[in-house]
């Protein structure tokens, strides 16, 4: 296939001005499709869009006055922790010292900030590459929620009615309710390589005049879809069962709750790095593959040239190497399971915001750490290239190993300095 020139270049142009996915504007640029909007982007003026009227999300509640206006889906680093800011924003759940919304950057620290993980799928007719750079295999929302110190109500029924019927109890009392969809299913999304049938939240503001309902799918544009259609979606993931959350209280948390919180993602994040605490609902085996130990094996298998395992071996055709560094590319640049800088520019300011309470102070002192290590994870995603020649290959990856292995030196000397400050702290 003739590929034009500067393909990364354009694919992230596309990205930028579509929100598309890595994999998905790429994809789009070779097939010839043409840019286009969402299936229904939400009308200017919805409620919660950037230049539309204060008035709270689509019901207004008994007193729409007194609800803050939903904050416009815009630019964030990880997807659900942008959310869940918007959501806990539009309640007025706040910091207990500052009295401002709780940052993108302190929930994703609390969710349990960063991490690593490598897999390989060999299929017979494909072989995709999973990259993670978030923390992982901690249910990353889960623990967002419970050390966020708001007050979530979660509910789940197998029962399509009774969706529809707690959906609309959430959004009667003015807030946004999160719910677990397909992203497939939705029907202005293209999936692409990466964006495999997998469950997704988005969050629904209300009612738009016309009966449809308004979403914040965090594209950076609100969208508009019918609820039988977010009914498919959300009843795909069957083992779901139409999961979905709201805040339906201001309480947030105390100072004191909050530091615990902190710290206790903290432990849990470094532990998971240097490979001290035992894997969360995966085999033990796995360890070789998640933290600093998995970045070693991710190099090792990079430069090996002649086992089954080495990527060498593994990508022989044009067609599975160019689909495997997609993925590769796709999840390190996408804001789901990685983001910009690896997500590690982004666990500093969680440092530095942790490190402004009472007690903490010293956390700071670890976030250089973890500022220098996002230029070194954007050198390496800049590196990966998709359109290299097969009989390149080994070079490629014999390159990419190159960064790989110093990035795993810096990534442990990180954790260790931060494991050392929590030491300090009594942590």
Same mark, same amino acid.
């Given at each position: 296939m003739a590929q034009p020139k500067q393909l990364k270049k354009l694919t992230r142009d596309r990205m930028e001005r579509t929100g598309e996915s890595y994999t998905t504007a790429r994809k789009?640029? @070779?097939?010839?499709?043409?840019?286009?909007?969402?299936?229904?982007?939400?009308?200017?003026?919805?409620?919660? #869009?950037?230049?539309?009227p204060a008035a709270g999300p689509g019901r207004p509640a008994a007193d729409p006055d007194e609800l803050p206006e939903y904050p416009a889906p815009a630019e964030v680093t990880q997807y659900d922790a942008g959310l869940w800011h918007r959501v806990l924003t539009q309640a007025g759940v706040v910091h207990p010292l500052t009295g401002q919304p709780l940052s993108e950057a =302190?929930?994703?620290? =609390?969710?349990?900030?960063?991490?690593?993980?490598?897999?390989?799928?060999?299929?017979?007719?494909?072989?995709?590459?999973?990259?993670?750079?978030?923390a992982h295999p901690e249910p990353y929302t889960a623990n967002l929620l419970t050390r966020?110190?708001?007050?979530?109500?979660?509910? !789940?029924?197998?029962?399509?009615?009774?969706?529809?019927?707690?959906?609309?109890?959430?959004?009667?009392?003015?807030?946004?309710?999160?719910?677990?969809?397909?992203?497939v299913l939705l029907p202005w999304v293209d999936a692409g390589i990466a964006d495999g049938d997998e469950p997704v939240d988005v969050a629904v503001l209300g009612e738009h005049d016309e009966g449809e309902l308004i979403i914040d799918d965090g594209s950076g544009e609100l969208q508009l879809i019918d609820p039988e259609s977010l009914a498919a979606a959300r009843s795909r993931p069957k083992a779901l069962k139409n999961w979905q959350a709201w805040i339906p209280s201001t309480g947030g948390p105390d100072a004191d709750a909050l530091k615990k919180n902190i710290l206790e993602a903290?432990?849990?994040?470094?532990?998971? =790095?240097?490979?001290? #605490?035992?894997?969360?609902?995966?085999?033990?085996?796995?360890?070789?593959?998640?933290?600093?130990?998995? =970045?070693?094996?991710?190099?090792?298998?990079?430069?090996?040239?002649?086992?089954?395992?080495?990527?060498?071996?593994?990508?022989?055709?044009?067609? !599975? @190497?160019? *689909?495997?560094?997609?993925?590769?590319?796709?999840?390190?640049?996408?804001? #789901? *399971?990685?983001?910009?800088?690896?997500?590690?520019?982004? *666990?500093?300011?969680?440092?530095?915001?942790?490190?402004?309470?009472?007690?903490?102070?010293?956390?700071?002192?670890?976030?250089?750490g973890y500022r220098e290590l996002a230029g070194q994870w954007d050198e390496l995603a800049e590196m990966i290239d998709p359109e290299i020649e097969p009989e390149a290959r080994s070079a490629h990856f014999a390159a990419l190993a190159d960064r790989v292995e110093p990035l795993a030196e810096a990534e442990e000397k990180a954790a260790r300095r931060l494991v050392e400050v929590l030491a300090t702290l009594g942590a």
């Open positions: 789009a640029i @070779l097939d010839g499709r043409p840019e286009r909007p969402s299936a229904r982007p939400a009308p200017a003026g919805t409620p919660g #869009r950037a230049g539309g =302190l929930l994703a620290g =609390l969710a349990g900030g960063i991490g690593f993980m490598v897999f390989v799928f060999d299929e017979e007719s494909s072989t995709a590459a999973t990259v993670v750079t978030r966020s110190g708001a007050t979530v109500r979660e509910q !789940r029924t197998g029962s399509a009615r009774l969706a529809a019927q707690y959906l609309d109890a959430g959004l009667d009392t003015g807030r946004a309710v999160v719910v677990r969809v397909s992203r903290i432990t849990e994040t470094t532990g998971r =790095l240097l490979g001290t #605490r035992e894997l969360h609902d995966m085999p033990e085996h796995f360890a070789a593959n998640v933290g600093i130990a998995g =970045l070693r094996t991710w190099a090792g298998q990079l430069r090996d040239t002649t086992s089954s395992q080495g990527w060498t071996r593994l990508l022989a055709g044009q067609g !599975r @190497l160019t *689909y495997a560094l997609d993925t590769v590319v796709g999840f390190l640049t996408d804001g #789901r *399971y990685g983001g910009p800088g690896g997500l590690r520019g982004l *666990y500093a300011d969680f440092l530095d915001e942790a490190a402004e309470l009472p007690g903490l102070e010293r956390l700071g002192a670890a976030s250089p």
